[in-house]
């Protein structure tokens, strides 16, 4: 069989100049702590193959698209299909390949900067692993062209600008696949996204911390204690803080008198409404509509 590790009818792929990432995307501060250094698409990569004892420089990502594959990271193989996404680590030994009778189609990108093992570290901890499954989604694949595209135009300093900006929305889009789906709770944290809809949808209540938990079929215990895990707040601080959100579009947007704000958020007592409000923002909420206006 013959292997390959490019040369695909259809490929397309860029290679960031390597002095261009030394001279720019290292040391200009709006570019170095994320960016791409290679970046590509194959599709139906018969006889894909790439095998790195050492690993890569950089962090890769793999989407698969179409077919099959099978990537190996430190002796551990896994099973790639339509819609998978796998990371593999800077450094990690790895290989991988197409499958023989169904190939993949796979979008790819190489990407390094100062927050890049972090937002590696992320992404292993949010899939609970290397390899997660995307569900398919017009709006991630045409991010990609729009990076893609402008990348194929040069590297003026507004265009890898655009491209790398746009790059942390694409990664965040893949490392959350969920959460730009307003309504919809993201499956790993089920529960704790439930909640906050539940609590969004009753922005005019004084709700419980009982009634929060009800609402999830969760005890109250153990529904503080995951919630506070994934978002770093007690559930009911986490509610005022959504209530002030709201209220700060009261006052920008309505002529409601502070304590018709009050009410709107459930709250008959505006002294505690301002209380909370200060205590959040740091101004009383008569003084952030004056500052504001």
Partial sequence: MIRKK?????????????????????????????YITDIGYYPRAHFHHRKRPQGADQHILIYCLEGKGTVTLKKVTYSIQAGDCILLPRKWAHEYSADEKDPWTIYWAHFLGSSSDEIA?????????????????PERLEQFERIYQQLQRGYRSEYLAYSNMNFWSFLSSCIYPGI???????????????????????????????????????????????????????????????????????????????????????MEDPYYFSRMFTKVMGVSPAQYRERKN
């Fill in 6 to 34: 490019e040369g695909f009818q259809g490929q397309r792929m860029i290679v960031i100049p390597r002095n261009i990432l030394s001279r720019k995307c290292t040391k200009e501060a709006l570019l170095s702590p994320l």
């Fill in 121 to 137: 570290e992320k992404a292993l901890k949010e899939w609970g692993g290397h390899k997660t499954f995307l569900p398919h989604s």
């Fill in 180 to 266: 730009h789906k307003p309504g919809q709770a993201n499956q790993q944290h089920d529960a704790v996204d439930q909640a906050i809809d539940y609590m969004n949808k009753n922005l005019d209540k004084m709700l419980t911390l009982q009634q929060m938990a009800a609402a999830v079929n969760l005890s109250q215990s153990h529904f503080s204690f995951l919630f506070k895990s994934s978002t770093g707040f007690p559930p009911i601080e986490y509610f005022n803080h959504l209530k002030v959100q709201k209220a700060c579009q009261y006052l920008l947007f309505t002529s409601l008198r502070i304590k018709e704000v009050a009410m709107q958020l459930g």
